[in-house]
């Protein structure tokens, strides 16, 4: 079974600075789709980006960014000049692509609360 | 708004007692996903429906059970409540069996509290 963990419980960070949440994954699949989430205060789940396991090139989205090192089975986000609103709990998602019974399940981490201070 | 619409927003209810949550998807959307967010458990996959037959089983217990009806509305039933069902219970939707870009939109969430 496909195993999620983030090992960040809470980071913080001040506001315009750059901070880097970790995420590390295993699987024995080798076709697969990794997402990050954000949850602010109002419990909504809120897509920030992601990434499929075939591409080399790292995704971008604005001011976030992450490093996937497919070999290591780590996906982390970076976001450059935080700003207020970005204080929120961050969950990293598994998703296998194809086949079997898990067509749409996504494996949620334990998430991490980011705080940024003004 | 992902367009997803989920009721009630809150519930609280008893121990032993039996609810019903509502889900609507995106319009066009044929996939629904049932997840479960609580202190304990973190995030879980509960169920998955796609066009009126479930697809994916997770982390379900056999006190909850799950539909889709023909307009594509999902609802998950809950039953003999206990304590540890409290927590924020989330419907997701995708436009195909594994979504577009397989990104899921989900819904607000219903707070299930019992009591």
């Known amino acids: 079974a496909q195993t999620v963990t983030q090992s960040q419980p809470e980071m913080s960070v001040q506001e315009a600075e750059t901070v880097t949440l970790s995420c590390t994954y295993d699987t024995s699949e080798s076709d697969y789709y990794l997402f990050w989430y954000k949850q602010p205060p109002s419990r909504q789940m809120i897509l920030v980006i992601r990434?499929?396991?075939?591409?080399?090139q790292n995704a971008t989205e604005n001011r976030f960014s992450v490093n996937f090192q497919k070999a290591a089975k780590s996906f982390s986000l970076k976001i450059s000049d935080s700003q207020l609103g970005d204080a929120a709990m961050y969950f990293c998602?598994?998703?296998?692509?194809?086949?079997?019974?898990?067509?749409?399940?996504?494996?949620f981490g334990q998430g991490t609360i980011l705080t940024v201070h003004p | 708004d992902s367009g997803v619409t989920q009721t009630p927003k809150h519930l609280i209810t008893a121990t032993g007692q039996r609810v019903t949550l509502r889900c609507s998807p995106r319009s066009g959307d044929l996939s629904v996903y049932w997840y479960q967010q609580s202190l304990d458990q973190g995030l879980q996959f509960l169920i998955q429906?796609?066009?009126?037959?479930?697809?994916a089983k997770g982390n379900i217990l056999e006190r909850f059970s799950a539909q889709q009806f023909p307009d594509l509305h999902s609802e998950l039933n809950l039953s003999s409540l206990e304590l540890g069902d409290s927590a924020l219970y989330f419907c997701?939707?995708?436009?195909?069996?594994?979504?577009?870009?397989?990104?899921?939109?989900f819904g607000p969430g219903t707070r299930l509290t019992v009591l």
């Open positions: 990434q499929e396991a075939y591409k080399q």
């Open positions: 997701a939707s995708s436009p195909t069996l594994a979504g577009v870009y397989n990104e899921q939109f």
């Open positions: 429906y796609y066009n009126g037959e479930e697809r």
């Open positions: 998602a598994y998703k296998h692509i194809a086949g079997g019974t898990s067509y749409g399940k996504l494996t």
